[in-house]
């Protein structure tokens, strides 16, 4: 069985842009979280998608957004990019909303702004 | 808010036993968890442990959970060099509650 995949993984851009990540679960998981991984704040939770349905979220501005396709794949985005936004982005599934106990993290993506 | 605290820095002889603490403020924590995390790589859930159990051991992995003092810790035995990487405690309340991640423990394995 084929673990998460995350594309791209990595990504370079400038402050002001915009940019979307994306995210494959276990085929089976219906549930994919995001969190954002930096050196300063560590690691963060964004939010959490279980059958397209945005189901928890994290103390992010709103410029972070996401969305679950029918397939349960996710996107991230991320508009107005800021130096600090540089990170780490992580994604994981698991077959159920909140299920953390059974959850597999993709390698991630790492975007630097610039 | 949930807060919790990792010591930064471990260093151990390939063979002797690990152990990583952490300290969590929330009483109502439900799941506690410990992940791995390699040089470039996702996180990697190694085991966790619910609030009601004070001890869970899974091969050469033993977790205690003091609740009373709010103290977790990772027991890793006979730690190997693949062992080396950095190990964050975490915790979660229950149902959709969002897990809150300490600070992270880096384990540097000597040979």
């Known amino acids: 069985k084929a673990g998460v995949t995350q594309t791209p993984r990595y990504l370079i851009k400038t402050r002001g842009q915009q940019v979307t990540l994306s995210c494959s679960p276990i085929?089976?998981?219906?549930?994919v979280s995001w969190y954002q991984q930096t050196p300063g704040q560590g690691l963060q939770f964004l939010f959490e998608?279980?059958?397209?349905?945005?189901?928890n979220k994290g103390n992010f501005p709103g410029r972070f957004s996401g969305r679950q396709f029918s397939n349960s794949r996710s996107e991230m985005n991320v508009s107005t990019l800021e130096l600090g936004d540089s990170a780490l982005y992580l994604c994981?599934?698991?077959?159920?909303?909140?299920?953390?106990?059974?959850?597999?993290f993709g390698p991630g993506t790492r975007l630097t702004v610039l | 808010g949930e807060d919790v605290e990792q010591s930064l820095f471990l260093s151990v002889r390939e063979g002797d036993s690990s152990v990583i603490n952490c300290t969590y403020t929330?009483?109502?924590?439900?799941?506690l968890y410990w992940y791995k995390q390699e040089p470039g790589a996702g996180l990697q859930l190694l085991t966790y442990?619910?609030?009601?159990?004070d001890m869970k051991q899974d091969q050469r992995l033993t977790v205690l959970l003091n609740k009373k003092d709010k103290h977790l810790s990772l027991r890793i035995a006979d730690t190997q060099t693949g062992d080396s990487a950095i190990y964050f405690c975490?915790?979660?309340?229950?149902?959709?509650?969002?897990?809150?991640f300490g600070t992270g423990t880096k384990l540097q394995v000597i040979p």
């Open positions: 994981a599934s698991s077959p159920a909303a909140g299920a953390t106990d059974t959850q597999y």
């Open positions: 085929s089976g998981h219906r549930s």
């Open positions: 998608y279980f059958s397209e349905t945005q189901r």
């Open positions: 929330d009483s109502s924590s439900t799941y």
């Open positions: 442990i619910f609030s009601n159990m």
């Open positions: 975490a915790e979660k309340g229950g149902g959709y509650q969002k897990v809150t």
